[in-house]
Protein backbone atom coordinates (compact mmCIF):
# COMPACT_ATOMS: atom_id res chain seq x y z
CA UNK A 1 0.00 0.00 0.00
CA UNK A 2 1.33 3.66 -0.71
CA UNK A 3 1.34 5.92 2.17
CA UNK A 4 1.89 9.47 2.14
CA UNK A 5 2.03 11.89 5.13
CA UNK A 6 2.91 11.25 8.89
CA UNK A 7 -0.49 9.21 9.65
CA UNK A 8 0.56 6.58 7.23
CA UNK A 9 -2.50 7.50 5.33
CA UNK A 10 -3.45 5.13 2.19
CA UNK A 11 -3.99 7.02 -1.08
CA UNK A 12 -7.65 7.32 -2.24
CA UNK A 13 -7.32 4.34 -4.54
CA UNK A 14 -6.83 1.72 -1.59
CA UNK A 15 -10.06 2.98 0.28
CA UNK A 16 -12.86 0.80 0.08
CA UNK A 17 -16.14 1.33 1.90
CA UNK A 18 -17.88 -0.35 4.79
CA UNK A 19 -21.73 -0.99 3.90
CA UNK A 20 -24.26 0.58 1.52
CA UNK A 21 -23.98 4.16 0.51
CA UNK A 22 -21.79 6.67 2.20
CA UNK A 23 -23.29 8.03 4.93
CA UNK A 24 -21.84 11.04 7.32
CA UNK A 25 -20.90 8.62 9.74
CA UNK A 26 -20.07 5.58 8.22
CA UNK A 27 -16.46 4.38 9.31
CA UNK A 28 -14.54 3.25 5.79
CA UNK A 29 -11.70 1.00 5.68
CA UNK A 30 -8.40 0.54 3.60
CA UNK A 31 -8.07 -2.40 1.63
CA UNK A 32 -4.26 -2.78 3.42
CA UNK A 33 -2.42 -3.76 6.27
CA UNK A 34 0.63 -5.06 8.18
CA UNK A 35 2.25 -6.50 10.28
CA UNK A 36 4.05 -5.28 13.30
CA UNK A 37 6.25 -8.36 14.82
CA UNK A 38 7.51 -6.07 17.53
CA UNK A 39 4.60 -5.35 19.08
CA UNK A 40 2.61 -8.29 18.03
CA UNK A 41 -0.14 -6.10 16.12
CA UNK A 42 -1.87 -6.29 13.07
CA UNK A 43 -2.32 -2.25 11.34
CA UNK A 44 -4.60 -1.18 9.35
CA UNK A 45 -6.63 2.07 8.51
CA UNK A 46 -10.19 3.70 9.22
CA UNK A 47 -11.60 6.61 8.11
CA UNK A 48 -14.31 8.65 9.58
CA UNK A 49 -15.66 11.71 9.55
CA UNK A 50 -12.19 12.68 7.09
CA UNK A 51 -10.51 11.39 9.96
CA UNK A 52 -7.73 9.24 9.73
CA UNK A 53 -7.91 6.22 12.09
CA UNK A 54 -4.62 4.24 12.93
CA UNK A 55 -6.03 0.49 13.82
CA UNK A 56 -4.82 -2.24 15.27
CA UNK A 57 -5.67 -5.95 16.60
CA UNK A 58 -3.47 -7.70 19.13
CA UNK A 59 -2.48 -11.26 17.40
CA UNK A 60 -3.40 -12.31 20.71
CA UNK A 61 -6.92 -10.98 20.12
CA UNK A 62 -6.51 -12.91 16.37
CA UNK A 63 -5.58 -16.43 18.28
CA UNK A 64 -8.10 -16.16 21.05
CA UNK A 65 -11.03 -14.59 19.23
CA UNK A 66 -10.69 -16.20 15.73
CA UNK A 67 -8.79 -19.54 16.27
CA UNK A 68 -6.11 -18.13 14.46
CA UNK A 69 -2.05 -19.25 13.89
CA UNK A 70 -0.20 -16.65 15.28
CA UNK A 71 2.80 -17.76 12.45
CA UNK A 72 0.71 -16.04 9.95
CA UNK A 73 -1.22 -13.11 11.43
CA UNK A 74 -1.91 -11.98 8.02
CA UNK A 75 -3.64 -14.75 6.53
CA UNK A 76 -5.54 -15.02 10.19
CA UNK A 77 -6.47 -11.07 9.74
CA UNK A 78 -7.94 -11.24 6.11
CA UNK A 79 -10.06 -14.44 7.22
CA UNK A 80 -11.60 -12.81 10.45
CA UNK A 81 -11.21 -9.04 8.41
CA UNK A 82 -15.30 -8.00 7.89
CA UNK A 83 -15.57 -8.97 11.84
CA UNK A 84 -12.57 -7.29 12.66
CA UNK A 85 -13.69 -3.96 10.59
CA UNK A 86 -16.94 -4.05 12.66
CA UNK A 87 -15.23 -3.93 15.63
CA UNK A 88 -12.75 -1.65 14.78
CA UNK A 89 -15.94 0.66 13.63
CA UNK A 90 -18.11 0.64 17.01
CA UNK A 91 -14.86 1.34 18.73
CA UNK A 92 -14.05 4.64 16.40
CA UNK A 93 -18.26 5.15 17.29
CA UNK A 94 -17.69 5.06 21.39
CA UNK A 95 -14.73 7.52 20.64
CA UNK A 96 -12.49 4.74 22.12
CA UNK A 97 -9.09 6.28 21.27
CA UNK A 98 -5.86 5.76 22.36
CA UNK A 99 -3.36 8.05 24.27
CA UNK A 100 -1.91 8.53 20.22
CA UNK A 101 -5.39 8.63 18.46
CA UNK A 102 -5.48 4.86 17.08
CA UNK A 103 -8.02 1.94 17.88
CA UNK A 104 -6.62 -0.64 19.20
CA UNK A 105 -8.66 -4.28 19.28
CA UNK A 106 -7.51 -6.55 22.37
CA UNK A 107 -9.70 -9.98 23.32
CA UNK A 108 -11.74 -8.27 25.39
CA UNK A 109 -13.20 -6.13 22.71
CA UNK A 110 -13.39 -9.08 20.64
CA UNK A 111 -15.41 -11.08 23.51
CA UNK A 112 -17.42 -8.28 24.01
CA UNK A 113 -18.78 -7.91 20.63
CA UNK A 114 -19.16 -11.63 20.07
CA UNK A 115 -21.28 -11.68 23.20
CA UNK A 116 -23.42 -8.49 21.53
CA UNK A 117 -23.66 -10.47 18.36
CA UNK A 118 -25.00 -13.46 20.34
CA UNK A 119 -27.75 -11.67 22.56
CA UNK A 120 -28.85 -9.96 19.08
CA UNK A 121 -29.35 -13.24 17.46
CA UNK A 122 -31.05 -15.14 20.72
CA UNK A 123 -33.58 -12.04 20.75
CA UNK A 124 -36.91 -12.43 19.11
CA UNK A 125 -37.59 -11.62 15.38
CA UNK A 126 -39.67 -8.55 16.48
CA UNK A 127 -37.49 -6.98 18.69
CA UNK A 128 -34.38 -6.82 16.20
CA UNK A 129 -33.85 -3.53 14.11
Not at 37 to 50: H, Q, Y
Not at 86 to 112: H, M, N
Request: some cysteine.
Amino acid sequence: MLYHGALREPLAADIVSQGKGFMEDAVRFANAQYYESEEGLVWFTAFSRNHVIPCAIEVAALESCFNASVKAPLAAFSRARHSIEQIAAELVKEERFADDGSVRIDARDCQRFQRARRTFASAPAEMRC
